[in-house]
């Protein structure tokens, strides 16, 4: 008999070794095969238990990162919409009153804008630095460039249109002229 | 003996029998009980498994409501703190004007406003009606009353403060004067 042989080789021949050493009746060797069987199936069912287990537990993890991450976020989709907004108040404050009926009603936009402020700034909505920063591809977008040697090379110079972050994300880069 | 035995008396019992009867050899009886015990604990492991699947879809299905709801609120907080920038919008375009710059710049106001309200309607916002209405605690809070014949009984007479609805949800009821 060859030296090499599989597992259930081996146990095929224990098997039959037992039958003709015992002289048992042939159903109780049945049994004891049976017993073998029964013991690899439970080891199979508790084998897929950890494993469910395990995908459970992945699963719950996950949704966990995901709920927080829709949390952070909750508000993107406003907030985005509401950028518009913001450009048109600054530019609506940004004119030039000759009647002090007229700056006493600037005065009264400026604080309602302010209120709106407030409120995206507690959902986590910053405006980007720009001016007199070092232009920062990530954050910021050239759209002009100019040389003024008096600045470093690679420095903001103007802010075109203000960039918006939500947290860690951004919502709208700044659009920027770029010293050469 | 007695009539009154448990299983496990019972059980025991049986194998004694078995034994005596067929005068196996003790380890024989043994394996048989053996797989007895055996296919017990594998249909004891099914059953886990069996269980352990429902907790998992159930969990699944609780994920994708709780899932749902949020993103059907998530600009409820945001939102929530916007109501007094539309309040205070409401006020200073309630405001008379005298002159000609004056009105030029409530008009520019007046579009801002309207930039705003297209985003948080976009959102699910809506204004609650009121005025004209029968008076729903839903959706009203009654701050005064007056009595006035010409109209219906329990009819809202005058809207005092905008309320306002995220979907199906109230953000904040009408404040309004209600018919006796």
Known sequence: MSEIKDENLEEQEV???????????KEVVEEVDELT??????EEEQDKLIRLRADFENYK???????AADYKYRAQSVLTDILPVLDNFERALAVETTSEEAASLVK?????????????????????????????????????????DSKESGVVLQELQKGYKLKD?????SMVKVNE
């Open 15 to 25: 098997k039959e070794t037992i039958q003709e050493e015992s002289e048992q009746p």
């Open 37 to 42: 069987l029964a013991k690899q199936q439970i």
């Open 61 to 67: 993890r996950r949704v966990q990162l995901d709920k």
């Open 108 to 148: 009264g936009v400026d604080m309602v804008y302010r209120t709106l402020l407030e409120a995206v700034k507690k959902e986590g909505l910053e405006a980007i630095e720009a001016e007199g920063v070092a232009f920062d591809p990530n954050f910021h977008q050239a759209v002009m460039q100019e040389q003024d």
């Open 169 to 173: 994300r951004v919502l709208r880069p």
